[in-house]
């Protein structure tokens, strides 16, 4: 009983973790990646679809990425979902490709982003220590239903918190990786 919520916690954790990732992935910096444009839909047949699953996303240099769409027809339609979404990009077609260059951030994004950086690991931090509340909870529900003794819940409850001050070592990182990346100039 104890490992298992111990073990459904962990669990729990490092998916807070990886959405946290996910999150920050978003977070655009001065370098391209093609991972930039997964949240941007295009129209396609009357349907929202992401720009990966109508064109292939590559990168040209550090500072472009390439989109060239599998029909012809869409290169359009995948420019102006680019220009519209709130990435600040402004695609350029060259013929049946679609470059689109990343601007220099200027000192006052940074700080804006960075902010922004900050409140999705505080986010983390809280989902991390959710689920070290809900654990706990089940810990003291075990002992008031006599399953455990008080032994067993406080050796419990001691596991969680170190297993909780890891992945909020982890989420620290994250936020200072994403930081230094937003810095760099």
Known sequence: M?????????????????????????????????????????EYYGSPVPVSQ????????ARTIG???????MAGAIEKAIRDS???LNPASMGDLIRVPMPMLT?????????????????????????????????KRLLKDKDITEDDARRGEENIQKTTDKYIGEVDKLLAHKEEDLMAI
Not at 54 to 61: E, F, G, K, S, W
Not at 67 to 73: A, D, L, Q
Not at 107 to 127: F, Q, Y
């Open 2 to 42: 104890i490992n298992d919520i111990q073990k459904t916690a962990e669990d729990k954790m490092q998916k807070s973790l990886d959405v946290l990732r996910d999150n920050l992935a978003k977070v655009r910096t001065g370098r391209a990646h093609a991972g930039l444009l997964d949240q941007v839909e295009v």
């Open 54 to 61: 109508v064109a292939n996303v590559t990168l040209i240099d």
């Open 67 to 73: 989109v060239k769409p599998f029909e012809s027809k």
């Open 86 to 88: 709130n990435l600040g």
């Open 107 to 139: 000192e006052e994004r940074r700080r804006d982003l960075i902010k922004v950086v900050r409140s999705e690991a505080e986010d983390g931090r809280v989902a991390i220590r959710n689920v070290r509340r809900d654990a706990n909870n089940d810990f």
